[in-house]
Nanobody
């Protein structure tokens, strides 16, 4: 079993940057790929970015491309999401996820493990 714990959320202003992280414990070697999703009240959870634990292959949503960067530190069993030029529409609870087997996936149902989420609020 893999336990995921996010940290680093907070309140920032439009145009600011924020880095959120997620650390795995339990059986982190089971992770094939990490992912970040986000959700706002009344909306479905949506994909943000994903990265493989091994090669570092990644993929981004259209809203994240060019502003967000996903990275991982395997020695620390941690994945990061660096968010630049934040906008009010980026306000959401950001969830870390992980899956055990290939391929990488943007689908919620394909993820095996979830963190509890961290709130990111961008004020205008």
């Amino acid at each position: 079993q893999v336990l995921l714990v996010e940290s680093g959320g907070g309140l920032v202003h439009t145009g600011d940057s924020l880095n959120v992280s997620c650390t795995a414990s339990g059986a982190p070697d089971k992770i094939y790929a990490w992912a970040w999703f986000r959700q706002t009240a009344g909306k479905e959870r949506e994909f943000v970015a994903t990265i493989t634990r091994g090669s570092g292959s990644n993929a981004y949503s259209d809203s994240a491309k060019g502003r967000f960067t996903i990275s991982r530190d395997n020695a620390k069993n941690t994945v990061y999401l660096q968010m630049n030029n934040l906008k009010p529409e980026d306000t959401a609870v950001y969830y870390c996820a992980a899956k055990e087997r290939p391929p990488i996936s943007v689908r919620i149902s394909s993820q095996d493990y979830w963190g509890q989420g961290t709130q990111v609020t961008v004020s205008s």
